[in-house]
């Protein structure tokens, strides 16, 4: 089914409120103009029924940088602000017999 073009925002936010999600005016925008960081599946997939589209024409999957881990030896010295200056003193075994 072929869907009439959405030239301006206001267009929008009905179509949007039909379908339970409830919008301001600056935050029908925002979601048009601006990549949000955000979007539950409910407006994401009234967004999909109303521009006849699939989720991959909106959504482009994009991996997140993250900073690479650093091992450390067992022992090593480690500061850790959350324990402070704590840190547990090796066990030594001993035997009852001499």
């Known amino acids: 089914m072929a869907r009439a073009g959405m030239f301006q925002t206001t267009q929008l936010r009905p179509k949007l409120a039909e379908r339970g999600i409830e ?6 925008y925002r979601l048009v103009v601006d990549k949000p960081e955000r979007l539950s599946v409910k407006t994401l997939v009234a967004l999909m029924d ?11 999957p994009v991996a ?13 010295d480690v500061q ?4 402070g200056t704590f840190r547990p003193r090796r066990a ?6 001499q």
């Open 92 to 97: 030594r075994i001993v035997s009852d017999e």
């Open 64 to 76: 997140a940088a993250t900073a690479p881990r650093q091992r450390k030896a067992v022992g090593a």
């Open 80 to 83: 850790d602000t959350a324990v």
């Open 23 to 28: 919008l301001s005016d600056s935050q029908v």
């Open 50 to 60: 109303i521009l006849g589209c699939s989720m991959e024409d909106l959504v482009e």
